[in-house]
C-alpha cells in the first residue's frame, strides 16, 4: 500500500506538470526516477500484453505491463489534472499576458533541453530545426488554429498528440494542445466537471480526449520510438525547431479581436508588439525570465537523479 501510495504522488507530481505548457511530466518522471520504469511500462503494451488478456492469463498481463504501476500513477495524474486544470483555465482568462509570459520562459527553457539533447549537429540537422521552425511559424498563425475545428474526432486528435509528450523530457503535452487550440477547451471542461456540473457536453469532450489519448499511447508513441531509433538526432532537432517557431502562438502580448465572445474555444486573438514605456511589458519579461529558471532549476534536478539520463535508443525501444 505503502508503494501505491507512492505512485499515487508521483502521478499526481507528472500531472501537474502536464497540465502547465512548458513543463513536461517526463522532466518530472526523470526528477522522481521513474522514467525507465514508465517508457518500459508503455512500450509492454504489446501484443504479448493482448495476448495474455485473450487467454484470460490476467495475472501475467498485469505483471508484464506493470499495470498496478501504471494504474497508481494515472490514478495520481488524473487528480492533479481535476485540481489544477481550473486554476490554469481561469489564469489565461483573467491574467493571460502573465500567464503567456510564464509559458513562454518554460517553452523556451524547454526548447533548449530538448536542442541539447541532438547529440551530432550537422548540416541536415541544422535544416530540419529551421524549416521545423519556420513551418511551425506559419502554421500556428493560419485562422484554421485560430479557430480549431469543432468536431469531436479534432479533440481526439489532439489527445493521441499529446500523450506523446509522455516520451520525451522537455516536450509538453500541454504546449502541443495550445498550439492546437485545445488548451483551454480541455481544461475548461475539467473545470466544469469539477464544480459539480455534470453537462454532457464537457463529459464527452474528455472522454473523446481520452480515447485519443488511449489510441496515441498505443500506435504513435510507437511511430515516435521508431523516429528515435532510426534517426534520434534529426527527429530531436526538428521538434526543437517545431516547438521554437510555434511561440507564435503564446506570444505574451495580445489584443482580443472578439471581446464579445464568452467562450474561450471561440475567441481569437492578434499579437502586437509591446510598449516599452507600458510597465506590463517589463513585467511579463521578468516572469519569462523565472519560468525559464524554473524549468532548468528542475532539469537540472532530473539530471542530478537520472545522472544525465536521457530517452536513449536503447531506452525508447523498450
Known amino acids: 500500500m505503502q508503494r501505491d501510495l507512492a505512485q499515487i504522488v508521483r502521478g499526481f507530481l507528472m500531472g501537474g506538470a502536464d497540465v502547465v505548457p512548458g513543463v513536461s511530466g517526463g522532466t518530472i518522471a ?23 488478456l485473450r487467454k484470460g492469463r490476467l495475472k501475467d498481463a498485469v505483471e508484464h505491463a506493470d499495470l498496478r504501476f501504471l494504474a497508481f ?4 495524474i488524473g487528480l492533479a489534472v481535476v485540481l489544477l486544470a481550473s486554476l490554469m483555465n ?23 533541453l530538448v536542442a541539447r539533447q541532438v547529440r551530432t549537429r550537422s548540416a ?8 521545423a521552425a519556420l513551418f511551425a511559424f506559419w502554421l500556428t498563425g493560419l485562422q484554421a488554429l485560430q479557430s480549431p475545428p469543432e468536431g469531436k474526432w479534432f479533440v481526439a486528435l489532439c489527445g493521441s498528440i499529446a500523450i506523446c509528450a509522455m516520451i520525451l523530457p522537455g516536450i509538453s503535452g500541454a504546449f502541443l494542445l495550445l ?5 483551454e477547451h480541455v481544461t475548461g471542461s475539467v473545470k466544469t466537471l469539477a464544480s459539480g456540473s455534470f453537462e454532457s457536453e464537457p463529459l464527452m469532450v474528455l472522454v473523446t480526449f481520452g480515447i485519443g489519448a488511449v489510441v496515441g499511447l498505443l500506435s504513435f508513441v510507437r511511430v515516435l520510438q521508431w523516429l528515435l531509433r532510426s534517426a534520434h538526432d534529426t527527429t530531436l532537432a526538428v521538434l526543437t525547431g517545431f516547438m521554437l517557431g510555434s511561440l507564435r502562438k503564446i506570444w505574451p502580448f495580445q489584443n482580443d479581436l472578439t471581446p464579445d465572445v464568452e ?6 486573438y492578434d499579437n502586437v508588439l ?11 519579461l521578468g516572469i519569462v525570465i523565472v519560468g525559464f529558471a524554473f524549468v532548468v532549476t528542475l532539469d537540472r534536478f532530473g539530471s542530478d ?3 544525465g539520463l536521457r530517452p536513449t535508443e536503447s531506452e525508447v525501444g523498450s
Request: glycine share 10%; hydrophobic share 45%; charged share 15%.
Open 30 to 52: 526523470l526528477i522522481l526516477g521513474i522514467y525507465e520504469r514508465l517508457v518500459s511500462a508503455l512500450g509492454s503494451i504489446d501484443g504479448t500484453f493482448v495476448g495474455h
Open 73 to 76: 500513477l494515472l490514478m495520481g
Open 90 to 112: 481561469t489564469l489565461l482568462r483573467e491574467h493571460r499576458t502573465p500567464t503567456l509570459a510564464a509559458f513562454t520562459g518554460m517553452i523556451l527553457a524547454s526548447t533548449l
Open 124 to 131: 541536415l540537422q541544422w535544416t530540419a530545426g529551421c524549416l
Open 179 to 183: 498550439i492546437l487550440g485545445q488548451y
Open 263 to 268: 467562450k474561450m474555444k471561440l475567441k481569437t
Open 274 to 284: 509591446p510598449s516599452a514605456s507600458d510597465s506590463w511589458t517589463w513585467i511579463a
Open 305 to 307: 537523479k537520472g545522472n
